[in-house]
């Protein structure tokens, strides 16, 4: 499957529903795929069961539609979760001063992996600290990355929870 026409045909559809779109991946082998679309509220409040139902009809009708995967496969709409993906430069900055885990393209510093706490963003650069070191990471050669679930992490979840719930 082709992962940026994908995502340029399912993002329209996300925005317009209101959400944004964090990531589009494809999972399993050539039999049966799943297509896997994460997305997210634009306040970042929790997505509940209505909104991925919500978004995963919208996206089966246009995907039937324009019918750009050959093979049988299955969609599944989720939400990005408490150690969620990062996949935008938007992502690292809502996120600085919180531990990541990233893989680069190509290496950075004579490494590919890196697990530290973003400490800031300038440009296109991401600024990790990890063992009082810090790296300079070129978004562009962000292969992947994802919070870190951390106990901070999990008390400003918590904290976020009680708040709406009171």
């Known amino acids: 499957m082709y992962k940026h026409h994908l995502q340029d045909i399912i993002e329209p559809v996300v925005t317009e529903l209101g959400y944004e779109l964090v990531r589009v991946l494809s999972v399993g082998g050539q039999t049966n795929p799943t297509l896997q679309v994460m997305i997210d509220n634009l306040d970042h409040t929790d997505i509940t069961i209505e909104d991925c139902t919500?978004?995963?009809h919208a996206l089966s009708d246009m995907?039937?539609?324009k019918d750009p995967i050959e093979n049988k496969y299955s969609l599944e709409v989720s939400s990005p979760?408490?150690?969620r993906p990062l996949t935008k430069l938007e992502h690292f900055k809502r996120y600085v001063g919180y531990d990541v885990r990233l893989e680069t393209e190509?290496?950075?510093d004579d490494r590919k992996r890196f697990k530290g706490k973003i400490?800031?963003?300038e440009k296109q650069n991401i600024f990790l600290t990890e063992?009082?070191?810090e790296f300079?990471?070129?978004f562009a050669v962000i292969n992947k990355a994802k919070l870190v679930l951390t106990d901070d992490l999990?008390?400003?979840y918590q904290a976020a929870h009680e708040a709406v719930e009171n």
């Open 131 to 133: 063992d009082d070191k």
């Open 119 to 121: 400490s800031k963003i």
């Open 106 to 108: 190509e290496k950075v």
């Open 63 to 65: 995907l039937d539609e």
């Open 154 to 156: 999990w008390n400003e």
């Open 81 to 83: 979760g408490i150690d």
């Open 136 to 138: 300079v990471i070129p």
């Open 54 to 56: 919500k978004v995963s």
